[in-house]
T-cell receptor, first 113, second 117 residues
Framework: DAKTTQPPSMDCAEGRAANLPCNHSTISGNEYVYWYRQIHSQGPQYIIHGLKNNETNEMASLIITEDRKSSTLILPHATLRDTAVYYCIVRPLNAGNNRKLIWGLGTSLGVNP | AAGVIQSPRHLIKEKRETATLKCYPIPRHDTVYWYQQGPGQDPQFLISFYEKMQSDKGSIPDRFSAQQFSDYHSELNMSSLELGDSALYFC????????????????FGAGSRLTVL
């Protein structure tokens, strides 16, 4: 799986947009970008994924650059409950039997009141 | 909607004892994964099963074994427990039968916290 690079930590004011960047300069053409988050001591939670087009769901938006070498996860109105470690992962959609996720260091997002 | 169920949620064992963790995946999910997460660390992949057959192996110690049963639930067996085995153990499941855009999205359970004294 391609390597990703994320800032170790970020802070955001409650109610403001949180923009979490991820670099994946070695991403291959068949690899998707997935975002998960983990609230302290809870199971990781899927947020969103995409290939090359921007994506939006009820949780977040994903902006992928045209060259696909980086992406940004946007939480439009961060709340205190969004405080978590956010992981950016790239992997092929059709990974055969090798479907495991390889976790990087992630970004610890602190949402402040 | 049903989620991934793990049991027990908490487990305390002594060194050299054995422990068994159970995982019940989301119905109709065909792949199960086990992860170990030590204090302050990222989840480390242990092992996965696809349609009840081992599909991938990560940093799982030889003292650990796992299997997936005919009803798709999975068990992680840990023997000769060491202090360093104290961690959160997560099970996740996914389906390859979902639409192409949704395939390989993992749903995680709440985890089992193992404490070895």
């Amino acid at each position: 799986d391609a390597k990703t690079t994320q800032p170790p930590s970020m802070d955001c004011a409650e109610g403001r947009a949180a923009n979490l960047p991820c670099n994946h300069s070695t991403i291959s053409g068949n690899e998707y970008v997935y975002w998960y988050r983990q609230i302290h001591s809870q199971g990781p939670q899927y947020i969103i994924h995409g290939l090359k087009n921007n994506e939006t769901n009820e949780m977040a938006s994903l902006i992928i650059t045209e060259d696909r070498k980086s992406s940004t996860l946007i939480l439009p109105h961060a709340t205190l409950r969004d405080t978590a470690v956010y992981y950016c992962i790239v992997r092929p959609l059709n990974a055969g039997n090798n479907r495991k996720l390889i976790w990087g260091l992630g970004t610890s997002l602190g949402v402040n009141p | 909607a049903a989620g991934v169920i793990q049991s027990p949620r908490h487990l305390i064992k002594e060194k050299r004892e054995t422990a068994t963790l159970k995982c019940y995946p989301i119905p109709r999910h065909d792949t199960v994964y086990w992860y170990q997460q030590g204090p302050g660390q990222d989840p480390q992949f242990l092992i996965s099963f696809y349609e009840k057959m081992q599909s991938d192996k990560g940093s799982i110690p030889d003292r650990f074994s796992a299997q997936q049963f005919s009803d798709y639930h999975s068990e992680l067996n840990m023997s000769s427990l060491e202090l360093g085995d104290s961690a959160l153990y997560f099970c996740a499941s996914s389906s390859t039968r979902r639409s192409s855009s949704g395939a390989n999205v993992l749903t995680f359970g709440a985890g089992s916290r193992l404490t070895v004294l």
